[in-house]
């Protein structure tokens, strides 16, 4: 006797357009999409304005515009196929980095993102201390002794300083003395104002040498790794108490480098 089975039946698949499971991911890319095109691709969020403060303070060495035109050439970007300046795309630290070396004669630029269409900079210019020379190039120093403007000879008002240890020419934004030096320099030309005695020159001899000449064509060797204090100190006692007014004008150097003394000497 045969054993009755059952007839077997093909089971209908269930259409994907029915899956909770299928729906559910394709809302979430709806959304995920949606998101990705209002942050990157919409018009909401693209740059439309660049603000531009401190510049053009120290006459006009950098005019707004010029910074202007750099930014713009760098808001650009390639987002698979689209171009987009999306606000939130726009590397802040890079661009500073582009600012600072198109212009040398900034010192500081910060940028920040102000939503949802702006973007903010703050520059902060260099401003000259001195006069750096070199082989008969001129430049203005800043405080950092940073170079940042080739100038011509006639412009000439301000401390001229050399550095005899360079010897290739300098490139502007490069720094051609310390900053502890040019701080140690100012600080003698102040004293030395105190004292009635005018700089013409500063030239950085060596490590160990500053060598100071005065309008009066003498000169004052100090040594920037020694107490300074000291050095001004000797200075002082020769200048009010040894030497005479009247023989200043003699004088072919005064040396402060070594010991106590502050030995001189006559033309």
Known sequence: ????????RIKKKKSIFHSRFFWLVVLVL?????????????????IREIKISGADRYNEKVPSEAILTTVQGKLDQKLIFFSTKSIFLVDLNQMRKEILKEFP???????KRKFPQILEIEIEERKPIAIFSHEGS?????????????ILRDELKLLEIKNSILKEKPKLGERVVEEELISKILKISS????????????NLVSDERIDIKTSENW?????????????????KVD??????PEKKKDL????????????????
């Open 138 to 150: 001129y430049f203005f120093i800043d405080k950092e002794g940073i170079i940042f403007e080739e």
């Open 219 to 235: 000169e004052i060797y100090f040594d920037p790794q020694k107490d300074l204090d000291w050095q001004l100190a000797k200075l």
């Open 1 to 8: 006797m045969k054993k009755y089975r059952k007839p077997y």
């Open 105 to 111: 004669q900034i010192a500081q630029a910060n940028l």
């Open 191 to 202: 004293e030395l104002e105190n004292l009635k005695v005018q700089i013409l020159e500063a």
């Open 30 to 46: 709806i959304f995920l999409g949606g998101i990705f095109y209002l942050l990157f691709l919409s018009p909401f969020f693209q």
């Open 239 to 244: 200048l009010e108490n040894v030497i005479p």
């Open 252 to 267: 072919e150097y005064i040396e402060l480098r070594f010991g106590d003394w502050a030995p001189f000497k006559y033309r």
